[in-house]
């Protein structure tokens, strides 16, 4: 019998008023029959624009499920063509994803979302965020970052109101494996000189669980790793932020409380069954010092924050 997984990619840009998220994923559950989904939220204050939308994708090629500023659409197998971002094109009818930009054309029960985005500028990570532990078998969940930070330009119109982005702020990751932590934290935020990604999870092994740290902080043009592989721990850990020790690094998040949260399909066993929340633009605050130095300690007013258990 196959066995369930899943593979999906998180695209995320922000500007001043508006951040918007795209998350395309292929995924199985076990025994089952291979699918696809797109799932887009956004948050923010999108501008009003009369422009038509003009969706070429059938409608019997997708469903939806959508509550107010998330939708999700599935996708059979044959209207899929999968690739990694670096490599190559994902397809998933007629919506283009890869490292140089993201293209959507979506439309069913009333929804309408489509546009193009270019990305440019990318700060790539030294080397795969998961470490060592890229090379450790029968992990359920592997975490991948595509860019430390990147720019992108475009417009993405959804029921006619647009959400414009001018050389504005962008990230993008990934996940595979068969199924989501149980629990575990996850946050992206950006300044006017950094941007940072932290993900702690309890993490299952042959040998037991341990809670893991896998992250970046990415500070006037270098890269901090930081990784249970580099010493990382969790000093502390709970659903509005994390406390990490790292030799003489220190990093701490602490988000407000949840607003706007969307609601997020993610793998259990590969199944899209489990549901999370998720506040694309949630002010939260990232203080990283190293001994007595402060070099971060600011509020991110529009900050990506998710948490599980």
Not at 64 to 79: I, Q, Y
Not at 141 to 151: E, I, N, Q, S, Y
Not at 196 to 209: E, K, Y
């Amino acid at each position: 019998m196959r066995h369930g997984f899943f593979d999906g990619w998180y695209f995320k840009q922000e500007n001043t008023a508006h951040t918007l998220c795209v998350i395309v994923a292929r995924h199985r559950a076990r025994g089952g029959a291979l699918g696809g989904s797109v799932q887009v939220f956004a948050s923010g204050r999108p501008q009003a624009t009369p422009a038509a939308i003009n969706c070429s994708l059938p409608t019997a090629h997708c469903s939806l499920s959508a509550e107010r500023g998330s939708a999700t659409f599935f996708f059979p197998a044959e209207a899929m063509r999968w690739a990694h971002p670096k490599r190559g094109v994902i397809c998933m009818g007629e919506n283009r994803f890869s490292a140089e930009g993201l293209r959507l054309d979506l439309r069913d029960d009333g929804q309408e979302i489509a546009g193009d985005l270019r990305f440019s500028s990318p700060a790539l990570p030294a080397y795969d965020i998961m470490g060592p532990f890229a090379c450790v078998p029968f992990l359920e969940c592997r975490h991948r970052v595509l860019t430390l930070c990147h720019r992108a330009d475009g417009q993405i119109l959804w029921n006619g109101q647009a959400y414009n982005f001018d050389q504005s702020p962008a990230y993008a990751e990934g996940d595979c494996g068969s199924s989501f932590p149980r629990r575990y934290l996850w946050t992206h935020a950006a300044g006017r000189n950094w941007s940072l990604m932290l993900s702690v999870a309890d993490v299952p092994t042959l040998f037991g669980t341990f809670r893991g740290v896998a992250g970046f902080v990415y500070l006037n043009g270098k890269e901090l790793r930081v990784a249970t592989y580099c010493g990382a721990r969790a000093e502390a850990l709970s659903c509005g932020g994390a406390a990490i020790r790292q030799g003489q690094w220190r990093l701490a998040v602490t988000a407000a409380e949840p607003a706007n949260a969307r609601t997020l399909l993610a793998p259990a066993r590969g199944c899209m069954t489990r549901l999370v929340r998720e506040s694309p633009r949630l002010p939260v605050r990232v203080l990283l010092t190293r001994g007595d130095d402060i070099l971060i300690d600011e509020v991110c007013e529009s900050a990506s924050f998710e948490s599980g258990d």
